[in-house]
């Protein structure tokens, strides 16, 4: 193979498996992408051995895990207090507050199961996200819930119709 078109190919497997690796980190799970961006990098590594020995290869290898570091560090600074924070991947369901506060306060209020409670989820009652459970069994998102009292941190709910 022509020493160009082995860097080419080399470099090509290099980039797109770092892109991959980089589009895995935004996206929920190991699928696919990540799969793949793997792949091509042992490819570029494996390739960078052949044409240009170990000790390029091991510089290659140190280059491809500063940048799996570097992309790691990124997606999570992001996702804590930055623009990935603000995206819909990012599960924002935090209890409020104000329910640990006054218990209480909660007793005979009713809300509605904004997730599914098999039996823990969370419920919306007065504008607020409270962590609940279900006395029974499995009560599916957009349910009418009651609060009927408290056992431990959470909430426990029943169906509005069930008494």
């Not at 007793?107 to 509605?112: Q, S, Y």
């Not at 996200?129 to 009560?139: E, I, K, M, P, Q």
């Not at 056992?151 to 008494?163: A, F, I, M, T, Y």
């Amino acid at each position: 193979m022509d020493p160009a078109i082995g860097n080419l190919v080399m470099i090509l497997c290099f980039v797109i498996g770092s892109g991959l690796m980089i589009l895995e980190a935004f996206m929920p799970g190991f699928g696919v992408a990540g799969i793949f961006g793997v792949v091509l990098e042992i490819a570029a590594l494996v390739l960078t051995w052949m044409n240009h020995g170990i000790t390029a290869a091991l510089i290659a290898l140190f280059a491809v895990l500063l940048l799996i570091g570097l992309v790691v560090w990124l997606s999570y600074r992001s996702a804590m207090n930055g623009r990935l924070s603000r995206s819909p991947l990012i599960l924002k369901n935090r209890e409020s507050a104000e329910s640990k506060a006054s218990p209480e306060k909660w007793l005979n209020k009713k809300g509605t199961a904004i997730t599914p409670l098999r039996p823990v989820g969370m419920v919306e009652i007065d504008g607020k996200r409270l962590n609940a459970t279900s006395t029974g069994a499995f009560l599916a998102k957009g349910t009418a819930v009651t609060v009927i009292g408290r056992e431990g941190g959470q909430l426990q709910v029943q169906p509005v119709s069930g008494k």
